[in-house]
């Protein structure tokens, strides 16, 4: 299959382990912060989102935690299975706008 | 049901011709989109539609790109005089109401300008 990115940071973790990956955003005005994942050969594929005006949410297995101090965003997946393997990027969406801004991603590699 | 499905798949052109991408998004999406999304990178935004209505064409490139949505429903990518520097995959995406959260993607065309 296509391989989305071949030079983007990378994350290993073993299965059944909690991975963390990590996102510094660059627009304060930004309403709205996305987790896509992407596995090779297919578009993003939704995971969460966050409003501005929290600090977490939970999804399932996932939980996203904002950071505006330090303009900071994680995803945190609980459990890792293998087919979490994939690139993830996130995503910032502006106030009143719909031009949404992706982050360059992380390449997650889940060990059996 | 039916995700939103993008034609063709791969493309190879040669450097100078013109290029006619295809999105048929989710039946009864309003909000569509077009990314680029170049080896290694995250996808870049080209422009919106909300409808039939193109909102937002800013990350258009150049004024070799046109897209177009007549009628609301499917959405052409047009590339004319294609350079090599327009080799990249070409992602399509939509939703449902008029956001541009949650959106749900095609897997995209691969062009290669050779």
């Known amino acids: 299959g296509e391989s989305v990115g071949l030079h983007l940071p990378t994350l290993s973790v073993q299965e059944g382990d909690n991975s963390i990956i990590n996102c510094a955003y660059s627009n304060s005005a930004s309403d709205y912060f996305i987790w896509y994942k992407q596995e090779s050969g297919k578009g993003p594929q939704f995971i969460i989102d966050i409003r501005s005006n929290m600090d977490k949410r939970q999804g399932q297995r996932v939980t996203v935690l904002l950071n505006k101090t330090v303009k900071h965003l994680s995803l945190q997946i609980a459990a890792t299975q293998p087919g979490d393997s994939a690139v993830y990027f996130c995503?910032?969406?502006?106030?009143?706008?719909?031009?949404?801004?992706f982050g360059a991603g992380t390449r997650l590699f889940v060990k059996a | 049901g039916a995700g939103v499905s993008q034609s063709p798949r791969y493309k190879v052109a040669k450097r100078g011709q013109d290029v006619a991408l295809r999105c048929d998004p989710i039946?009864?999406?309003?909000?569509l989109f077009w990314y680029q999304q170049a080896l290694g990178q995250g996808p870049e935004f080209l422009t919106y539609f909300q409808n039939e209505a193109q909102l937002d064409k800013s990350g258009l490139p150049s004024d070799r790109f046109f897209a177009e949505r007549p009628e609301g429903s499917v959405s052409t990518l047009k590339i004319q005089r294609t350079q090599q520097e327009d080799s990249a995959v070409y992602l399509c995406a939509s939703t449902p109401v008029r956001t541009s959260l949650e959106q749900y993607f095609g897997p995209g065309t691969r062009l290669t300008v050779t």
């Open positions: 039946s009864g999406h309003v909000s």
């Open positions: 995503a910032e969406s502006p106030t009143g706008g719909f031009k949404t801004i």
